[in-house]
């Protein structure tokens, strides 16, 4: 996911936060931030027909895509 989409989801979270969640936050915003931010990342590869495989191109391409870094 590139960094302006990322951003563009991190405002929309925050935008659905109430001023007295926002308020309130504390030590547990890092942690409630890692299961949003984890809870968002699906990537969605090409749909199979039959007994087709994947290749590895159209899952880097997908990926890709989606903005995920990978080794």
Do not use: C, H
């Not at 931010?37 to 159209?58: C, F, N």
């Amino acid at each position: 996911m590139n960094n302006d989409k990322m951003r563009t989801e991190f405002e929309k979270w925050i935008d659905s936060m109430s001023f007295e969640e926002l308020d309130n936050l504390d030590e547990n915003s890092a942690w409630i931030s890692w299961q949003v931010s984890r809870a968002a990342l699906v990537v969605e590869l090409p749909r199979l027909q039959g007994d087709a495989q994947y290749d590895g191109q159209e899952v880097i391409d997908a990926l890709d895509a989606a903005g995920v870094a990978y080794k």
